[in-house]
Nanobody
C-alpha cells in the first residue's frame, strides 16, 4: 500500500524559511500527481500546492503564491515544499497526498495521505 512520510517542519520566526519533504513508497511515484495541504488549529484542511507527474505543471493557493515552491525528485520518490517569507498565518500541520482523481484543489481528489508535519511561525 502507498505510504507517505512528511518531514522538515519546525518553528521559525516571521520571514524565515522551511523546506518540507515527503518520501513516498508503495506506489509508482513518477506516475502520480501530488499535492500539499495544511490544517491550522480550528480550521478546515485546505489546499496549498500541487504538481503534475511530469513536473511541468504546478498550482498554488493565492495566499502562498510567490512565497512557496512545490517540486519533486522522481528518482528519489520525494515531494518538496520550499516555504519562504513565512507568516504567522502559515502555522499549521502540513500534509502531502496522492492525487487520484478530480480537481487538484479538492480534498476528495486525494486517496492517500501522510501523517503530517507541524509548522509554527512566531511573530
Amino acid at each position: 500500500q502507498a505510504q507517505l512520510v512528511e518531514s522538515g517542519g519546525g518553528q521559525v520566526e516571521t520571514g524565515g524559511s522551511l523546506k518540507l519533504s515527503c518520501v513516498a513508497s508503495g506506489l509508482t511515484f513518477r506516475e502520480t500527481p501530488m499535492g500539499w495541504f495544511r490544517q491550522a488549529p480550528g480550521k478546515d484542511r485546505e489546499f496549498v500546492a500541487g504538481i503534475s507527474r511530469s513536473v511541468t505543471t504546478t498550482n498554488y493557493t493565492d495566499s502562498v503564491r510567490g512565497r512557496f515552491t512545490v517540486s519533486r525528485d522522481n528518482d528519489k520518490n520525494t515531494l518538496y515544499l520550499q516555504m519562504n517569507s513565512l507568516k504567522p498565518e502559515d502555522t499549521a500541520v502540513y500534509y502531502c497526498a496522492v492525487h487520484t482523481s478530480g480537481s487538484f484543489y479538492y480534498i476528495a481528489s486525494y486517496g492517500y495521505w501522510g501523517q503530517g508535519t507541524r509548522v509554527t511561525v512566531t511573530s
